[in-house]
Structures are given as structure tokens and as C-alpha cells.
């Protein structure tokens, strides 16, 4: 039996094979020392580099993007991603191997709520340079001191001789970075090896990745695997395997856990642990303020790009746009909004069930626009409540209405977003400097209010997945009977414990604007924008620059991000 793409399915036969080369690849993976660990990620790093052109090549085959600026979403959030997320892991433990904890060198701040909040962005001062303006943070649970994270930062790679065994990571099929990221994490937080099933949407990707990752296939920390629903049950029931994380929706969660997704109740059908990332509804809050045209063009620029990047098909895309309704400018922003949408190319929805989604979008909002295939919605009292509680996974875009201005806006949309909104994945907000500043603390604090494992202040929440630093994963506190946007975190290349979330923030307006206005960034537009021209080039750079950073590929990145 074979894939659609004509890509051979494995046999339980192949996959016992696998689980019994894995077991012995992790008992050498316990006894291997730090600079040896170490030596391999780095020729895993070349390895990947070298295979990042026909990686791309296959993923954009496979999702079917026409030729021009959509191709830098593949390059960005594919080897670029996986470059840099090996590299930050590499610096780890490097750190560790030299008797330095992990988070040497982090600054850290109290963050609101007696959290300890540990700057991951900017790391360097080319961090600084490659994204001037833009701040990370992982922000710790309340009570746990920055002294007892540093001293407690290393997971797995602290404990050398520690064998975690097998684990199977059911990898995404919608961002190809995601499965290679989650068996890093699996490795060097875990010290589990991994057999990675990869969804058949990126089955056309499987000789790409066994070519970037042929330093671990080789020394039998890694196996990938294709097959259809039928290997994926044999994988999470075989007893080789000990431990499983998916990348998907909650129902497919369920369906692993429970074997339902509506009977949840006494001991769960799967008999080992899982840990997961499933999305949700994402938010997008829009402060209301006093903007230019340009303003209003940018930002509009901005809300198209968190729901339209990769043709809808994000678990991190936002759907819910929350705007004032005593915000003079809504119209203005919604009429900027629809012009962005209608100009954007056209794309073909290539995930699978995509047409059913938007169907049934049209079905609960019989008033729904459609937009140069892609549609947006107004949701009220006096509508479905559909788009609050239904990831669409797809072109669909929904905004409502809350009353207020300044911080009693802030504060009602964020109690909106924790209250009404399915999942915990990632949340943003758009709000102008000077706003910002006129709220004061009672900002910070509604940001601490907002329970969302990802939050972005002026940039999509999603660039905290490209920061390798940062945390990915929903809020803590969900069950596997309760699941939400699931349970556990990824990336976090300083190893911390006790994270509780990340928070991006990132300039309201581009270069020169920005510094016209008084920010101190120099960042022009960015290249994952959905309307930026330079995008390929730019994501092309950057990928060079990841797999070897250095001064001198700078003057190449910034000469095409100036295209934008």
C-alpha cells in the first residue's frame, strides 16, 4: 500500500524493526558525553543546510505554492526554523559542558504577578541586528526566583546516563518544521529518541528529511515513518513505545487518549503519556487609537497576515479579531482590512477538509464575505457563536465587537479571550506606543491576565514558534479529559523548568516610520508578511544565516528586507 504521493507506507514489520533500533540508539545516547552530543547536532546542523533546497522544494510540491514571494513561508518556517532551533540547543549545552548553567548570560525582569521573566530576545547582538526592535520573553510560573531556574535550567541534558527510551512524535502536516523541532525537544529535554510518523500531507517530504537528518538517522536516535491511520494506531498501542506527542487537533487528541472524543471517562485507552500542541481560536486584539493611514494600511497588513499565512492552515493563525466598537476608525481599519484581503494572490486551500470548514462557515453565517477566496465574518449577539468555539484551520477570519476604550477595552477583551475563545495556544494584540504608555502598569498586568501559552504585543504570536528560546505550547493547567490547546511545551532551548509562558513584542510600525514616530527600531516590514515582495529572498538569506551566522551575511538579509 502507498500514499498518494507514491510514497511507500510502512508495515508493522518495518516499524518493529524501527522501535528495536531506536531502543538501542537511546541506550548510546545515555552514555554519550556532552561534546559528543554536541559534535553530532552540529553535523546535523550541516546536514540540514545542505538539504534545505530540495526540503523547500518538496514542501512547496506538496502544499502546491506558485512560484514568487509565498515560497519564503516554506524556507522560514521550515530548515530556517530548524537551523536556528538546533543552534540555540547546541549553545545549551555547550554552556552545560563548560559548568555554566544554560541561562547564563539571560537578563531577567519581574514580571507582573511575582513571575520571573528571562529575555531570550535579543541573545546576541546579531539577534539584535537581524531583529531590531523585537523583545522575547519566558515568563516563569508565580513564585519559582530566577536564581532557583538557573540553578534548576538543563532537563535531560543534565542528566547524562539517563536513557528515556522510545518515543513516537505524531508530526503536523502543515508546517514542516514542527515534527523535526519536536523530536530536538524529545532528545535534549528528554533523552528520548523518537520514531517521527509524518502526516500524509508531507509524505512528498520524506526523502528531503531523511537527507537533513541522516546524523541521527545514522546513529539510531531517529526513524520516520509514513502510513496512514492503521500505523498510527499500531505505533501508539505498540509497547516499544513509551511515551507520544501529536501535533494536531483535540479530537484527534481524544481519539488517541480516549477513543472518543465524547466519552471521557474512567481509565483513558492510551496506556502511556502524551504531550501536545492542538491549536484553537486564536485572538487578535486591536487597542483602538488614533492612527494614519498608514497605520490603519500596515495593521490591516498585519491582521491579514495572522490568519492568511499559509493559507489559513496555522494552529497559531488568528481567527477572532476583536475590535472596539467606540473605536472611531473601525470601519476605516475594516475597509482597509477587506482591501488587503481582496488584493492578496490567489491561493488554492490544500489541506485536506478545508472545503467542509469553510462550508460550514458559510452554513452558521449566512452573511459571511468571501474575499478572493477567502472569507470573512462578523460575529454578535444576534449570530452564531461558531467562530469563537471552531478552529477552521482555513481561510476564514471572523470579528466582533466589545464596547470601551483605553484599558477598560484591554481588560474586557482580554477576559473575552480567556472566557469565550477555544483553546490557549497563542494570543496577540496591536496597540500604538503612546496608548501603550497611557495604560502604564495596568498594561503589563492585562497582559499577565491573558492565558495564552504564546503572546505577541505588536508582532503575530507565531514568531514565538521561529525564537528557539522561547516556549511553545498552550497555558498550563489542561487535562487529557479537558485537553484544550494541550498539555506541555517544546523548544525551549535554555532548558528551562516551571515555564509558564512566552511574550513577543515587536515594533507597531516599520522602518523609518518607526523612528519618525519615536521607536527605536530599524526593522522594516517583515518577510512574513503575507504582502511582502522580497519574502523568498529574505527567508532564503536567512536560512544561509542560521546554518552559519556571521556579520557578513547581514548586508545580504538587510539589502532584500528593504524590498519588502
Not at 46 to 66: H, L, Y
Not at 95 to 117: E, H, Y
Not at 428 to 452: C, N, Q, T, W
Not at 482 to 506: A, K, P, Y
Request: neutral net charge; proline residues 6%; contains cysteine.
Amino acid at each position: 500500500m502507498t500514499s498518494t504521493l507514491e510514497t511507500p507506507f510502512a508495515t508493522e514489520a518495518q516499524v518493529d524493526a524501527a522501535i528495536a533500533d531506536l531502543t538501542r540508539g537511546a541506550a548510546r545516547w545515555a552514555v554519550m558525553g556532552l561534546r559528543e552530543r554536541i559534535t553530532l547536532l552540529e553535523r546535523t546542523q550541516r546536514s540540514v543546510a545542505g538539504a534545505a533546497g530540495a526540503w523547500v522544494a518538496a514542501a512547496i510540491a506538496a502544499k502546491g505554492i506558485p512560484q514568487g514571494p509565498l515560497e519564503g513561508e516554506e524556507w522560514m518556517s521550515g530548515p530556517y526554523a530548524t537551523l536556528t532551533g538546533i543552534g540555540a540547543v547546541v549553545d545549551s549545552l555547550t554552556k552545560i559542558a563548560n559548568g555554566k548553567s544554560p541561562t547564563a548570560g539571560l537578563k531577567v525582569r519581574r514580571a507582573p504577578g511575582n513571575r520571573a521573566a528571562f529575555t531570550m530576545l535579543p541573545g546576541s547582538l546579531l539577534d539584535s541586528s537581524v531583529l531590531n526592535g523585537f523583545k522575547g520573553e519566558v515568563w516563569l510560573k508565580p513564585g519559582v526566583s530566577a536564581d532557583e531556574a538557573r540553578r534548576k535550567a538543563g532537563l535531560g541534558a543534565r542528566r547524562l546516563g539517563e536513557d528515556g527510551g522510545v518515543g513516537l512524535v505524531l508530526g503536523a502536516g502543515n508546517v514542516s518544521a514542527i515534527g523535526p523541532l519536536d523530536v530536538l525537544y524529545e532528545l535534549i529535554a528528554y533523552n528520548r529518541v523518537s520514531v517521527l510518523k509524518l502526516n500524509p500531507t508531507f509524505a512528498g517530504l520524506t526523502a528531503a528529511y531523511q537527507a537533513a537528518f541522516a546524523p541521527l538517522i545514522d546513529a539510531g536516535l531517529l526513524r520516520i515513518v509514513n502510513g496512514a491511520a492503521e500505523i498510527g494506531q499500531y505505533l501508539t498501542a505498540h509497547p516499544g513505545i513509551g511515551h507520544v506527542h501529536i501535533t494536531g487537533s483535540a479530537v484527534t487528541h481524544d481519539m488517541i487518549v480516549w477513543g472518543s472524543h465524547t466519552e471521557k471517562t474512567g481509565e483513558p485507552k492510551l496506556d502511556k503519556p502524551i504531550t501536545s500542541e492542538l491549536g484553537g481560536v486564536s485572538p487578535i486584539i486591536v487597542v483602538p487609537g488614533t492612527w494614519d493611514d498608514e497605520d490603519l494600511r500596515y495593521q490591516a497588513e498585519h491582521v491579514a497576515t495572522q490568519r492568511f499565512h499559509n493559507c489559513g492552515h496555522n494552529c497559531i493563525g488568528g481567527q477572532a479579531l476583536i475590535l472596539s466598537a467606540d473605536w472611531p476608525q473601525k470601519e476605516a481599519f475594516l475597509a482597509e482590512l477587506r482591501r488587503v484581503v481582496q488584493d492578496l494572490p490567489e491561493r488554492t486551500s490544500w489541506y485536506p477538509g478545508t472545503e467542509k470548514k469553510i462550508a460550514a462557515a458559510d452554513a452558521a453565517y449566512p452573511d459571511a464575505e468571501h474575499l478572493n477566496g477567502r472569507v470573512l465574518l462578523k460575529v454578535n449577539s444576534s449570530t452564531s457563536q461558531d467562530a469563537l468555539t471552531t478552529e477552521y484551520f482555513g481561510p476564514v477570519l471572523a470579528h466582533t465587537e466589545l464596547p470601551g476604550t483605553g484599558i477598560d477595552f484591554l481588560r474586557a477583551a482580554v477576559a473575552f479571550s480567556n472566557d469565550r475563545l477555544d483553546g490557549s495556544l497563542g494570543a496577540s494584540m496591536i496597540v500604538a506606543p503612546e496608548d501603550r504608555k497611557a495604560m502604564g502598569a495596568a498594561f503589563d498586568e492585562a497582559v499577565a491576565d491573558l492565558r495564552y501559552g504564546t503572546i505577541g504585543i505588536n508582532v503575530w504570536s507565531a514568531i514565538g514558534f521561529l525564537v528557539p528560546g522561547l516556549s511553545w505550547g498552550a497555558y498550563p493547567g489542561n487535562t487529557l479529559s479537558d485537553v484544550g490547546s494541550g498539555i506541555g511545551i517544546v523548544h525551549n532551548s535554555h532548558l528551562l523548568q516551571d515555564v509558564e509562558r512566552s511574550v513577543v513584542t515587536g515594533p507597531f510600525r516599520p522602518f523609518p516610520r518607526s523612528i519618525a514616530h519615536g521607536e527605536a527600531s530599524l526593522f522594516p516590514k517583515p518577510a512574513w508578511f503575507v504582502t511582502a515582495k522580497s519574502a523568498k529572498r529574505v527567508a532564503e538569506h536567512l536560512t544561509r544565516f542560521a546554518a552559519q551566522p556571521g556579520w557578513s551575511k547581514l548586508p545580504g538579509i538587510f539589502n532584500q528586507a528593504f524590498r519588502a
